[in-house]
């Protein structure tokens, strides 16, 4: 007695599965091959339905990669539909699973970058601080340089005057 067929469905969800492992899980075709047991070519040819895998094919890979797909075990008189429900389920847990993977890295990677923006708006701020400080410096400065000017210039002022008292007196005297 040869090898038993597979049906249809199960040749079709197998092939799923494989696209599965190959796209999502990042499994190369030699990876699968060599972990089920069959030649590399042989199983590209059971992939792009060249060839059809048999009943022991698919059995090798469910029993290989069952718990990535959402079959565990596969038995040779399974009801298609059950098998489909089960990985259907499975997949959905995996992308489930992926997706809050995921969304976990995202939030480690925000939070990271708030501290960053903090940090960022920390330094700022500070920076802005220093610079109005110094600005308030130079402020203080320019005011306290326009009270001598015009202490000088008082001065300048006392002097102007009291050098035309001297030169009127001078020439009262010279008279």
Do not use: C, W
């Not at 997706?99 to 701020?125: G, P, S």
């Amino acid at each position: 007695m040869g090898a038993k067929r597979a049906t249809a469905k199960q040749i079709e969800k197998f092939r799923q599965d494989m696209e599965y492992l190959i796209r999502v899980k990042k499994y190369s075709n030699g990876d699968i091959a060599a972990r089920i047991g069959v030649n590399a070519a042989n199983l590209s040819s059971l992939r792009s339905g060249a060839k059809n895998p048999g009943v022991q094919t698919i059995k090798k890979f469910y029993m290989e990669f069952g718990n990535e797909t959402g079959k565990a075990k596969y038995e040779d008189g399974d009801d298609p539909s059950k098998v489909e429900e089960a990985q259907v389920a499975n997949m959905s847990r995996n992308y489930r699973d992926e997706l809050v993977d995921i969304l976990k890295d995202n939030d480690v990677f925000l939070k990271e970058e708030m501290r960053t923006i903090n940090r960022t708006h920390l330094y700022n701020a500070q920076a802005e601080r220093k610079k109005a400080g110094a600005f308030q410096k130079i402020a203080n400065t320019n005011e306290s340089l326009v009270k001598q000017q015009n202490a000088v210039n008082k001065g300048i002022l006392v002097l102007i005057k009291t050098n035309s008292k001297l030169a009127d007196k001078a020439t009262r005297a010279s008279k």
